[in-house]
T-cell receptor, first 113, second 114 residues
């Protein structure tokens, strides 16, 4: 079975640019999560979807971060405009109900100059 | 609000030695508890999980963890580590009311010396 696929693996952006990160969850999973990972803050939840409906978006990330589930097998995370402090690894994860176990992609490493 | 604390940012052990990673949680009820591992340049992988029942749970690669409600803890252990166990280990919890959303600790980086 294919796991969670994230693209691109690496992205370099100039300050002020718009970037879009992509995620394909495990087939058949109902829950999809976007997390941001930094050394200082650890893993922070950006967005949580259940069956394509937005269940939660991290309050601190609302203004420039927008996650969408275009269909049950594809999600995007848009950051607009980017700032240097957005440099981090962005992890996508999916889960089935009610397993509780999250399956993670390898992450997209974003560097904003 | 729920939280997870991993008090040790880094742990260094020699190959063959035992390992214990500490995890404390804060939540008003009994949560679901997890340990994940992250190897370099990879995503997180599940080591083990606790939902209910026997407080000692076995996981992959001979890891085990013990749940203590009285101490609000879920410590991870391994009797004899291998160099390949060098990684970052995350403790996490989820709440029944919040679906499968996980709250993570900051992680503990483990370095196994040959």
């Amino acid at each position: 079975d294919a796991g969670v696929t994230q693209t691109p693996r690496h992205e370099v952006a100039e300050k002020g640019q718009t970037i879009i990160l992509k995620c394909e969850p495990v087939s058949g999973h109902n829950d999809l999560f976007w997390y941001r990972q930094t050394k200082i803050q650890g893993l922070e939840l950006l967005s949580y979807f259940r069956s394509k409906s937005l269940m939660e978006d991290g309050g601190a990330f609302k203004d420039r971060f927008k996650a969408e589930m275009l269909n049950s097998s594809f999600s995007t995370l848009k950051i607009q405009p980017t700032e240097p402090k957005d440099s981090a690894v962005y992890l996508c994860a999916s889960s089935s109900i009610p397993s509780g176990q999250l399956y993670f992609g390898e992450g997209s490493k974003l560097t904003v100059l | 609000a729920q939280s997870v604390t991993q008090p040790d940012a880094r742990v260094t052990v020699s190959e063959g030695a035992s390992l214990q990673l500490r995890c404390k949680y804060s939540y008003s009820a009994t949560p679901y508890l997890f340990w994940y591992v992250q190897y370099p340049r990879q995503g997180l992988q599940l080591l083990l999980k606790y939902y209910s029942g026997d407080p000692v749970v076995q996981g992959v690669n001979s890891f085990e963890a013990e749940f203590s409600k009285s101490n609000s803890s879920f410590h991870l252990q391994k009797a004899s580590v291998h160099w390949s166990d060098s990684a970052v280990y995350f403790c996490a919890l989820s709440m029944i009311s919040a679906g499968n959303k996980l709250t993570f600790g900051i992680g503990t980086r483990v370095l196994v010396r040959p």
